[in-house]
């Protein structure tokens, strides 16, 4: 495919990687309803991916043709494994790869993996190199944050443009943040400065509560990145990325059926091999906001297969539910 980014229309929207939520399933559903500009992947771990247990972890790659471009990404620590995994991904298909290094789980970070490479950019940089090198063409991006105790933009923003990547999406927190402070939209000028000083053919992808197109645009007039990646406010409204849908327009009925329609779609797609109540992570996005939505939920969360999650769905709706039922303000 060469290097997708440089095909993109500006601004372009990008889907967040999201720990057991962007499998293929979920990014399916998103594509059937109203799709980003590009998808990513869940998080994929490098030196699990080349080990005894890689089946399991391998599923993390699937995906079908509709959802190009695609991104993988992957984490880890060791550089030889980089290589590897970046040869392996290019061999499948996949219009790029970024690496992770955002994620502030602690447990990845004690490990200096993900999160933990903003305190080390001798071995960042050597993984780089090492996935670049694996990749032979395939354009390699970072996602990263703004710093780890503290904003580090100068440093570390300003070293991760010196590494001639094709993308960097940086998520507007500091590691110890988490996500409990407001995004520092504020820094993105500064960021944009450096980027066109540093490295101008690198993207810039801006990350940090985002919840619509209409903010989107908002921010593009305001800081001019080039892409704007959207994570968790695509459970608030599944048809986020759908300029032509208003969710208040969407009935009850029609958010339920592609509920089921996304119970049906995880037991085509992984039959056994992934435990069902992955799916009741998802509920909250499906059943919210009407009339009897709490006492739905409670119900779902106790369902112990997927035949009971889908027969407590449907039963619902059949007697009970309107067509013309919408959601309450």
């Not at 030196?47 to 959802?67: F, Q």
């Not at 970024?98 to 789980?105: A, F, H, Q, S, V």
């Not at 739905?296 to 539910?321: A, G, H, Q």
Request: positive net charge.
């Amino acid at each position: 495919m060469g290097n997708f980014w440089k095909k993109l229309s500006k601004p372009f929207t990008v889907l967040a990687p999201m720990d057991g939520v962007t499998d293929t399933v979920f990014r399916q559903i998103i594509n059937s309803i109203g799709r980003p500009d590009v998808f990513f992947t869940e998080f994929v771990n490098c030196e699990g991916l080349l080990s005894a247990g890689k089946k399991v972890v391998a599923e993390r790659l699937k995906y079908v043709r509709n959802e190009q471009p695609i991104v993988a990404q992957i984490w880890g620590v060791k550089p030889d494994s980089f290589r590897k995994v970046a040869q392996y991904i290019r061999k499948l298909g996949f219009a790029g790869i970024d690496i992770n290094m955002g994620c502030p789980d602690r447990a990845v970070i004690r490990d200096g993996a993900c999160a933990g490479l903003i305190k080390n950019p001798n071995l960042a940089q050597k993984i780089i190199q090492a996935a670049k090198k694996g990749a032979d063409g395939l354009p390699v991006s970072v996602k990263t944050r703004i710093g780890f105790h503290a904003e580090d933009i100068e440093e570390w923003i300003g070293f991760l443009l010196k590494q001639d990547l094709s993308a960097i999406s940086i998520h507007l927190r500091t590691v110890r943040e988490l996500s409990k402070v407001p995004a520092h939209w504020e820094l993105m000028p500064k960021i944009m400065e450096l980027r066109n000083k540093i490295a101008p053919k690198t993207f810039i992808i801006g990350n940090g509560d985002i919840k619509s197109l209409a903010e989107v645009k908002e921010k593009h007039k305001l800081y001019g990145c080039d892409g704007y990646m959207i994570g968790t406010g695509i459970f608030a409204n599944p048809w986020l990325f759908n300029s032509s849908v208003k969710l208040e327009d969407i009935v009850v009925k029609e958010r339920l059926n592609l509920y089921l329609k996304h119970i049906d779609l995880f037991s085509k797609t992984w039959g056994e091999s992934k435990n069902p109540a992955t799916l009741k992570k998802f509920c909250k996005t499906y059943v919210n906001n009407f009339s009897g939505a709490v006492s739905l939920r409670e119900k779902i969360m106790l369902s112990k297969s997927l035949k009971e999650l889908r027969d407590t769905i449907t039963t619902y709706i059949s007697p009970n539910l309107p067509n013309a039922l919408k959601f309450l303000p």
